[in-house]
């Protein structure tokens, strides 16, 4: 099997997103403890920003690993089901 084409961007954009998704949250709790309330709503516009920022970079991530993928699948080859079988005679031949 050879690994030559295989596309590297998904699996850049998939480890992308597996960090953004485990780090973002930590990063978005952190940065809202630092305001005057240190619970849910955000009070600062650091905290609106930080908060919209690595949510919108989670769904362009997302978005393009989709994308990427559905191009791909639109570009697979296209196979019958069930192959002919060469033994079986054709229905036309009667």
């Known amino acids: 099997m050879s690994v030559r084409g295989v596309p590297r961007a998904p699996f850049v954009l998939l480890g992308l997103m597996t960090v953004a998704t485990f780090v973002g949250p930590i990063v978005i709790a952190h940065v809202i403890r630092g305001g005057a309330s240190p619970r ?8 609106w920003w930080t908060f919209g920022l690595i949510t919108g970079l989670e769904v362009v991530l997302m978005a393009t690993c989709l994308g990427i993928g ?18 079986e005679p054709s229905q036309d031949s009667s």
């Open 70 to 87: 559905f191009v791909n699948w639109r570009k697979m080859p296209r196979y019958p089901k069930t192959p002919p079988r060469p033994d």
């Open 40 to 47: 849910w709503p955000p009070d600062r516009p650091v905290e």
